[in-house]
Nanobody, 119 residues
Framework: VQLQASGGGLVQAGGSLRLSCAAS????????MGWFRQAPGKEREFVGG??????SYIDSVKGQFTISRDNSENIVYLQINSLKPEDTAIYYC???????????????WGQGTQVTVSS
């Protein structure tokens, strides 16, 4: 599976962005998909994921971030609303294999897309 993230940019606080992650590979639909972010000077953190139609998010982004996927197009989306300066980070998508390690290990990573939120 190869992943290509896009959709980042510079936005004002309060704005919205939709990030996309395009995947190659015929088994895309069987993979769990996650979004991570890495802010300047901080470690990469998981923000949310989707697997088997179920979504999960860290508490700090619930209600602000929404993850969806279109298996027919091999794309997963991250909708971010009400952007805040602290959301500034490089956002990465990742794929987790089906099975016991689903949503625990992440085998494939996209290259990241920069989101910058100005105040």
């Amino acid at each position: 599976v190869q992943l290509q993230a896009s959709g980042g940019g510079l936005v004002q606080a309060g704005g919205s962005l939709r990030l996309s992650c395009a995947a190659s590979g015929r088994t895309f639909s069987s993979y769990g998909m996650g979004w991570f972010r890495q802010a300047p000077g901080k470690e990469r953190e998981f923000v949310g994921g989707i697997s088997g139609g179920r979504q999960s998010y860290i508490d700090s982004v619930k209600g602000q971030f929404t993850i969806s996927r279109d298996n027919s197009e091999n794309i997963v989306y991250l909708q971010i609303n009400s952007l805040k300066p602290e959301d500034t980070a490089i956002y990465y998508c990742a794929a987790s294999p089906p099975g016991i390690a689903n949503m625990i290990t992440w085998d494939y990573w996209g290259q990241g897309t920069q989101v910058t939120v100005s105040s």
